[in-house]
């Protein structure tokens, strides 16, 4: 649901004519409309190493976080808004389940804390 989410704020919020949508989702095919750029990120290679194409695929995504940085600190990207869930073994997973099946976590993340910082 996260794609889907993420899609309908950028056609809803988005002012600009041209948009772009990165993504690690690369087990689905994405429906964007036509001046949507989809771009996906193959998540299976980063921080691993052995081959040059994973040493290029670490590389790229390095010199793409200072600029992430300051999109998020002028404040033009913002994080989702979540909720975190607590509680004992695996209550909390099951929450969230249950949330995410009737919705009512729509439009934020579900973050489960596995264990205490």
């Known amino acids: 649901m ?3 989410t ?4 950028l056609s809803t ?3 600009f004519s041209q948009k772009r949508f990165a993504t690690t989702n690369d087990w689905s095919p994405i429906n964007a409309e036509a001046n ?14 052995g081959s040059e ?5 670490n590389a790229d995504i390095a010199a793409l976080i200072p600029q992430l940085e300051k999109y998020i ?10 909720d975190i869930l607590e509680g004992a073994d695996f209550e909390p ?7 995410f099946g009737s919705r009512k976590s729509e439009g934020k993340k579900l973050v489960v ?4 910082e």
């Open 2 to 4: 996260g794609t889907e």
């Open 6 to 9: 993420a899609l309908a704020a």
């Open 13 to 15: 919020i988005s002012h």
């Open 36 to 49: 949507v750029e989809v771009y996906t990120v193959t998540l299976g290679d980063i921080g691993r190493s």
């Open 53 to 57: 194409r994973i040493a290029r695929t």
């Open 73 to 82: 600190e002028s404040g033009n990207l913002k994080p989702m808004d979540y």
């Open 93 to 99: 997973v099951l929450r969230g389940l249950d949330a």
């Open 113 to 116: 804390r596995v264990a205490t």
